[in-house]
């Protein structure tokens, strides 16, 4: 792909992801909004946390061993010279000027109040009603949860990867449902877990940033 193309499309889809997490973030401060993300965040718990340590590690090795595999690694948010996923901001394209840090920096501050929203989206679309569900449809479920991301850039194996996140989701729910038969109750739950991850993840990609940003 020519080199200008590449450049135009890389910041076309950044323009487009900040626009995306800007809507996110709005969302995040008006009433409703505040409510559900007060909500979700103080109902975390150290049963939401810890997991994280075996998950993460889990979705990582997975992830390593797809993407060796010929075809898998391919995304493309790669293919446009980009690292990650999108919505973090990190491409080779702005290597090596002030954007590569200062886009990446951005994203996050615009992602990080809008954390439990998007979680809470992504558990009432891929969860919620899960309590009906055959083993079948479940499992189907965590893979399309998995392959979504692939939606937005990030490399197949690694899309498939993140349906361990998504069995671990899963089963929070269905333990939240048992406990409390309510929906919403389960999707609550399965949200904080969610968004304890991902805030762990976020954390690594902030750490990162700023040690690009004082190198």
């Keep these: 792909m020519p080199h200008t193309l590449t450049n135009v499309l890389t910041f076309a889809v950044l323009g487009f992801m900040g626009v995306r997490l800007a809507t996110g973030l709005r969302i995040s401060m008006r009433r409703n909004g505040r409510s559900l993300v007060r909500e979700i965040v103080t109902g975390i718990r150290w049963r939401h946390v810890w997991p994280i340590a075996v998950v993460l590690p889990a979705v ?7 993407m060796s595999v ?48 998007f979680a809470h989206a992504e558990e009432r679309m891929f969860r ?6 055959s083993p079948t449809r479940r499992a189907w479920k965590v893979v ?13 194996g690694a899309a498939l990867a993140l349906s361990v996140g ?31 991850y991902n805030a762990l993840i976020v ?8 040690w690009i940003a004082l190198a």
């Design 144 to 156: 399309q949860f998995g392959l979504a991301h692939a939606l937005i850039g990030i490399p197949l």
């Design 60 to 66: 990582v090795l997975v992830a390593s061993v797809l």
């Design 128 to 133: 919620a009603g899960a309590e009906v569900w």
């Design 166 to 196: 998504g069995a671990y989701f899963m089963a929070v729910y269905l333990r939240a449902w048992r406990r409390v038969p309510s929906r919403r109750a389960a999707t609550m739950e399965s949200a904080r877990a969610h968004t304890a």
């Design 70 to 117: 010929p075809g898998l690694d391919w995304g493309w948010w790669s293919m446009l010279g980009g690292e990650g996923t999108p919505v973090f901001g990190s491409s080779s394209t702005t290597v090596g000027t002030v954007w590569e840090w200062l886009v990446p920096l951005l994203f996050i501050t615009m992602l990080v109040p809008a954390l439990p929203l």
């Design 203 to 210: 954390l690594l990609v902030m750490f990162l940033t700023l």
